[in-house]
């Protein structure tokens, strides 16, 4: 059917909070803007005058898509090459959603998207649906097909997944900076013992190269490991030159509301580090160098003005 002005403005209107759910869902912005275009193509064939509630149609409609894209995407991970990690967001990009409250803004972290990964397509919908977005275990349970009493356990079983593995509580943003800024320091030091102080005992480094870039296949684990690891990443040498293509630019930014080490090269992103900071210290770096994956942080970033860089590696 051909839709009518006020039925296009209704989905535009909704698309942004489509899109933010999609996101959190799947992982990936691409696949997230793929999903909100296929609920556009299903409300466009839809009888749409008797919708009695468009928002909740088309909740349901792009959450079964991405239920569909869930299940399908665990084939795929099992086959991906390395570490799987999610598409990041820059600081500023719509996708992200709403950061009114500290459950929102931790539902689209690296770290608690990676953490998803553990749930099942179910738990991951639900666990979405209200704690990112608020929505009534009631409304969950209708898109769901299941009762409220099912969606209520759901939820808890959930969100008990995503409390064990999140232990520590993260620290204010201007105490953050000051400790990103130290690691900086400390990593471009040549020396092991600054960077070890700045880690927690467990610390963990992780990187996706999906294949295309390399990336070790198992994670750094421990803070003499990742120190280490930090201390050459940082380093400059021919090997580095070779594989980076000329000189690399880090900005220190945000993505998906965590500090973030943003590395160029003639204004292409190619790598988004992420450090989850805690009290205790840094307890985790989520690198994404994946090209797949950087295609949209690359066009963000070169809309937007982002001063100079904080460190150049040639």
């Not at 008797?50 to 399908?72: G, M, Y």
């Not at 991970?77 to 570490?83: A, F, H, N, P």
């Not at 919908?125 to 009631?138: I, K, M, N, S, T």
Request: with cysteine.
């Amino acid at each position: 059917m051909v839709l009518t002005g006020n039925q296009i403005d209704l989905f535009e209107a909704s698309m942004p909070r489509l899109k933010a759910i999609a996101y959190r869902l799947l992982g990936s912005a691409s696949d997230a803007e793929d999903a909100v275009q296929d609920t556009f193509l299903r409300w466009q064939s839809a009888d749409v005058d008797r919708i009695e509630v468009p928002e909740a149609w088309l909740t349901k409609v792009l959450t079964n898509l991405c239920l569909n894209q869930l299940t399908s995407a665990r084939a795929r991970r099992e086959t991906y090459v390395g570490q799987w990690l999610p598409e990041p967001l820059l600081a500023g990009d719509p996708m992200l959603g709403p950061a009114d409250t500290v459950e929102q803004r931790e539902s689209v972290s690296f770290a608690v998207l990676a953490l998803m990964e553990r749930l099942s397509p179910n738990e991951r919908v639900v666990y979405v649906l209200r704690e990112a977005f608020g929505y009534p275990h009631r409304r969950i349970a209708e898109i769901l097909d299941i009762t409220e009493a099912s969606g209520q356990q759901i939820f808890h079983r959930a969100k008990k997944h995503i409390a064990d593995g999140r232990t520590r509580a993260e620290i204010d943003e201007a105490a953050a900076r000051r400790i990103v800024d130290e690691f900086l320091t400390a990593a471009t030091s040549g020396r092991t013992e600054p960077l070890v102080r700045l880690l927690t005992a467990d610390a963990v480094a992780i990187g996706d190269g999906g294949g295309k870039v390399p990336a070790r296949t198992r994670p750094f684990e421990g803070a003499v490991a990742v120190a280490k690891f930090m201390r050459s990443l940082f380093t400059p040498n021919q090997a580095a030159r070779n594989l980076l293509g000329g000189t690399a630019e880090i900005h220190v930014s945000y993505a998906n509301g965590l500090p973030a080490l943003v590395v160029t090269v003639d204004g292409r992103v190619i790598g988004v580090m992420c450090l989850e900071i805690t009290a205790d210290g840094i307890a985790a770096f989520r690198n994404q160098a994946n090209p797949d994956k950087l295609e949209r942080a690359t066009r963000q970033w070169a809309a937007t003005d982002h001063g100079e860089p904080v460190l150049r590696i040639s």
